[in-house]
């Protein structure tokens, strides 16, 4: 079996800001110290309304190809995370690789909510693995805007746009690949539900408009806080576990940025120093999917990992779905 290896990341977030003051100001009943102290999000990126998901991966997957030193001509394979395709049909990564001109490749999308890069990781990883593939692009993005009810302030604080890649292949060198650990419970999977576009909903109707089928719900909030610490902590000793390793070893945690008090939660549960742990979420808020592949370039480009650090990825989302990935940088 090969080494599956990170040989360049990239992300990019659109340049539209959106505050906590600028909420307050469109007339929703909240504040910034009430966001803050409840979340730790104090501002988030907006894509503008002619900028599609898709847009936002090519961005950051060039970026990712500069960093590796390749072409798009050189992609064997992508594989795009989000729940917010251009389109059902085709998938999001279809659209990129059309903005990309990766002609060579083939390409899909893979729907795993906020765990959806981690998700990505793994189906790329055995595509390695096998031989099947030298180079993959892995992708996550998400327009996570479009999807809000801006009267609901218990959602719409939470989101942002944008979008993170990796660039993997086999090799000998290089940051690698340790381990990826993916898990679903779909009987407990409607805690984060945005039903509208399914078939359940389908054909869009003035009913499932009113209704709000086609806005997120986020269903039993406070349970999910819990859930969400529980299996993050999971995720977290499974990675450690697979590679014989301590809690003590990690030097980074990348998580998926959901909430600051959930990541309070974790690091005293783990007992480790909550300095260790790499957050944007004050920047950017929750970009789903692309949340932990947006940091994990942010952390590598502002110099926070060096060659050696061992960097944990736990995430968990809708589905619902949770899991890691353990690298060695």
């Given at each position: ?150 009267k609901d302030r218990s959602t719409c ?34 805690d984060l539900l945005l039903p509208g ?79 260790r742990f790499y957050l944007t979420l ?48």
């Open positions: 079996m090969k080494n599956v290896r990170i040989l360049g990341t990239g992300s990019y977030l659109p340049p539209k800001v959106l505050t906590n003051f600028d909420l307050q100001k469109m007339g929703l009943d909240t504040s910034d110290e009430w966001i803050v102290k409840r979340t730790g999000i104090r501002q988030r990126r907006v894509a503008d309304p002619d900028v599609a998901t898709s847009d936002l991966a090519r961005e950051a997957s060039l970026r990712a190809l500069k960093m590796a030193g390749l072409s798009v001509d050189d992609i064997d394979l992508i594989i795009l995370a989000t729940i917010t395709p251009d389109t059902c049909c085709p998938a999001a990564a279809n659209w990129l690789q059309a903005g990309l001109g990766a002609s060579r490749a083939f390409t899909f999308d893979i729907t795993a909510a906020c765990s959806g890069f981690i998700f990505a990781l793994n189906v790329a990883e055995q595509y390695l693995k096998s031989g099947t593939c030298r180079t993959v692009l892995v992708v996550a993005a998400e327009v996570m805007t479009r999807t809000l009810d801006w604080i939470l989101w942002g746009d944008g979008a993170g890649a990796a660039v993997l292949g086999a090799g000998n060198s290089g940051p690698r690949l340790l381990s990826t650990h993916i898990h679903t419970d779909g009987a407990n999977g409607r576009g399914g078939s359940r909903t389908t054909p869009i109707s003035h009913e499932s408009v009113a209704r709000g089928d086609h806005t997120l719900d986020m269903v039993g909030a406070n349970l999910s806080f819990r859930v969400a610490v529980r299996h993050f902590e999971e995720a977290v000793r499974e990675a450690l576990d697979s590679g014989g390793l301590d809690v003590s070893a990690v030097d980074w945690f990348i998580p998926h940025q959901a909430n600051l008090r959930m990541f309070q939660a974790l690091a005293k549960a783990l007992k480790v120093p909550f300095e004050e920047k950017y808020g929750n970009i789903s999917s692309a949340s932990c592949a947006i940091a994990l370039d942010e952390a590598v480009r502002d110099g926070s990992v060096h060659p050696g650090h061992l960097i944990c990825m736990p995430v968990f989302g809708g589905g619902l779905t949770w899991g890691s990935a353990l690298i060695r940088w």
